[in-house]
C-alpha cells in the first residue's frame, strides 16, 4: 500500500480552488481597513508626498472626494492627520474648533454620514519644535500639561463630529485623562483607538514629512518605545485597556508582528495595527523598480497583519486593496 500524502499539507484541498478558499484560515476584506489621510487648509490642493508615491496631502474638498472613493470600495473609515497653515509652543491650532481637522471631519461627516471618521490625537503636527507634548524651558517634555491639551484636542474633536479619537502622542496616562474628558464634556459614546504600543522606529520617516512633524530637536524615544521591547508593549496595552481604552493599536505593524499577536492574546480587545508609511514606501520602492509584484506584495503584507491578530488594518494601501479585493 502505498502511504498517503500527511494531511497536513492541505494539498489535496489546495489543488480544488473551492475548497481551498473555503479552509483559509485569515480573512482579508476591505471591512478591515482603514485608509489615513492628510489634511491642508486651502481650497483646491493636493500635495504629492515624495517619499510615498501615490499619497498627498490634500484640501478638505479632495479629502472628501477620496474618503468618498475609498468608502464606495467598501472601506469603512478614515484616520485623520491635519497639516495646520500655524504652529506654537502650545499647539494652538490642535484644538481650535475651526482648525483643519475639525472642519474636515464637519465636511466628511456632512458629505459621507455612514463613513466612520477618525482623528489622530497629537501635538507634534502642532507645535513649532514638532514634538508630541508641550516642551519645559529645561527641553523636557511636560508630560502633564501635554495631557491637558491632548484632551482639549480629542474634545474638540469630538465636538466637531469625530466618530472616535487615536491618541497617538505617547504620554503617560493620556488615555485614561481623554476618557475622564470626554466624559465630562458629554462624549461618553466616543470610542478611544489607543496607540498602546508606538514604537520609536526608523519606518515613520516618510510621514514626518507628509505632516511636517519632524522634531527640531532630540528625538521620540523619551515617549515612544524600544523596538527592543514586547514584555512592555503588552504591559502597556493593559494599562490602557484599564484606563479606557475600547481599541488598542500597535505600531508599527510588518516589524511587529509578534508584538500584534501578543497584544491579542493578552488583551482580548480588538487591536488595530498601523502599517506605516515607511512600510508603504518600501513596497513602493520596490514595486516601482520591478522588484516585486506590488499588488501581490500589498495583499501578502495586509493578510499577514491580519493573521497575527490585527481586527483592523490602518494602511495608504486601503484604497488598492479594497479595489482588488471587490
Ligand atoms: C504622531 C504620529 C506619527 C505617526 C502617526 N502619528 C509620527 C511619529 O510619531 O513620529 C506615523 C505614521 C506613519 O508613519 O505612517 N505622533
Known amino acids: 500500500m502505498p502511504m498517503a500524502f500527511p494531511a497536513t499539507r492541505m494539498r489535496r484541498l489546495r489543488r480544488t480552488g473551492l475548497l481551498r478558499d473555503m479552509v483559509r484560515e485569515t480573512e482579508l476584506t476591505p471591512s478591515h481597513l482603514v485608509l489615513p489621510m492628510f489634511v491642508e487648509l486651502g481650497s483646491d490642493s493636493r500635495t504629492p508626498i515624495e517619499a510615498m508615491p501615490g499619497v498627498s496631502r490634500m484640501s478638505i474638498s ?5 474618503a468618498g472613493e475609498a468608502h464606495a470600495l467598501g472601506v469603512p473609515a478614515v484616520l485623520l492627520f491635519g497639516v495646520p497653515a500655524e504652529k506654537d509652543e502650545l499647539a494652538s491650532p490642535a484644538y481650535d474648533d475651526e482648525g483643519v481637522v475639525q472642519l ?3 465636511a466628511l461627516k456632512e458629505a459621507h454620514p455612514e463613513l466612520v471618521v477618525i482623528t489622530d490625537v497629537c501635538l507634534c503636527a502642532y507645535t513649532s519644535h514638532g514634538h508630541c507634548g508641550v516642551v519645559r524651558e529645561d527641553g523636557v517634555v511636560d508630560n502633564d500639561i501635554s495631557l491637558e491639551l491632548l484632551a482639549k484636542t480629542a474634545i474638540s474633536h469630538a465636538r466637531a463630529g469625530a466618530d472616535a479619537v487615536a491618541p497617538s502622542d505617547m504620554m503617560d496616562g493620556r ?3 481623554l476618557r475622564v474628558q470626554l466624559d465630562a464634556e458629554g462624549h461618553k459614546e466616543t470610542p478611544i483607538v489607543a496607540y498602546s504600543a508606538k514604537f520609536a522606529s526608523a519606518f515613520y520617516g516618510p510621514f514626518r514629512e ?5 522634531p527640531a530637536f532630540g528625538d521620540r524615544r523619551t515617549y515612544q518605545m524600544d523596538p527592543a521591547n514586547a514584555d512592555e508593549a503588552v504591559r502597556e496595552a493593559l494599562l490602557d485597556v484599564e484606563e479606557g481604552a475600547d481599541v488598542i493599536m500597535v505600531k508599527p505593524a510588518l516589524a511587529y508582528l509578534d508584538v500584534i499577536r501578543r497584544v491579542k492574546e493578552a488583551t482580548r480587545v480588538p487591536v488595530a495595527a498601523y502599517n506605516v508609511s515607511g512600510e508603504y514606501a518600501m513596497i513602493e ?3 516601482a523598480a520591478g522588484y516585486i509584484d506590488r499588488r501581490a506584495a500589498v495583499l501578502e503584507a495586509l493578510t499577514s497583519i491580519r493573521r497575527a491578530g490585527a481586527d483592523v488594518v490602518i494602511t495608504y494601501h486601503a484604497k488598492d486593496a479594497a479595489a482588488w479585493l471587490q
Open 62 to 66: 479632495h479629502a472628501v472626494e477620496e
Open 104 to 106: 474636515a471631519v464637519r
Open 175 to 177: 488615555v485614561g485623562a
Open 210 to 214: 507628509a505632516a511636517g512633524s519632524a
Open 285 to 287: 520602492a520596490a514595486a
